[in-house]
């Protein structure tokens, strides 16, 4: 929202991969982490780029931000696989990123290092202070959008003009 306290979250894009009873996880989708390449996260693992194009590495949040992540289409799945209905799909292992090296990875894929996370309630409470706006996740934008134009595109998506939004929360 316009009104986030929290300055490493302005304008931020998050794939909500995670929101139960024990708190949430998202991954970022609206910055790119300043020189990072995805053949460069390879190499550094030992992998052998092969076939992978070489792209941007999101900034997927502040917690654990060597932790590498995939958000993926859902024709790929490995043991630890997390569906992200109706989206996309989440991995985090050295499978996904050999898989995607060898070209038998999923259609559809962005990489991001570290996470977003809330405990246990957390996440309702930043949305009652004005801090978050819970849109529909939509794959043309995941995959279809440009990173920097992610947050406007959800808005747009949503029919909401983040022109007009407040940065303060009401009270009834």
């Known amino acids: 929202m316009p009104g986030m306290f929290d300055e490493r979250f302005e304008r931020s894009v998050n794939v909500m991969c995670v929101h139960d009873e024990h708190g949430a996880l998202g991954i970022g989708i609206g910055h790119e982490r300043e020189g990072v390449s995805f ?13 992978a194009p070489d792209c941007p590495v999101l900034h997927g949040g502040p917690v654990e931000p060597g932790r590498g992540f995939i958000l993926h289409s859902t024709d790929w799945g490995g043991a630890d696989t997390v569906a992200v209905e109706p989206v996309c ?51 043309e934008i995941l995959f279809d959008t440009p990173v920097d134009a992610r947050w406007s595109a959800t808005w747009r998506a949503e029919g909401i003009d983040p022109a007009l939004l407040s940065t303060e929360t009401g009270r009834a």
């Open 39 to 51: 053949h460069e996260v390879l190499e550094e693992l030992g992998i052998d780029p092969g076939v």
């Open 89 to 139: 799909a989440l991995s985090a292992s050295m499978d996904i990123l050999r898989a995607i090296a060898e070209g038998r990875g999923p259609s559809r894929w962005l990489m991001a290092l570290g996470y977003a996370g809330w405990g246990p309630g957390q996440l309702e409470g930043e949305m009652r202070h004005h801090g978050w706006y819970a849109a529909e996740g939509r794959r």
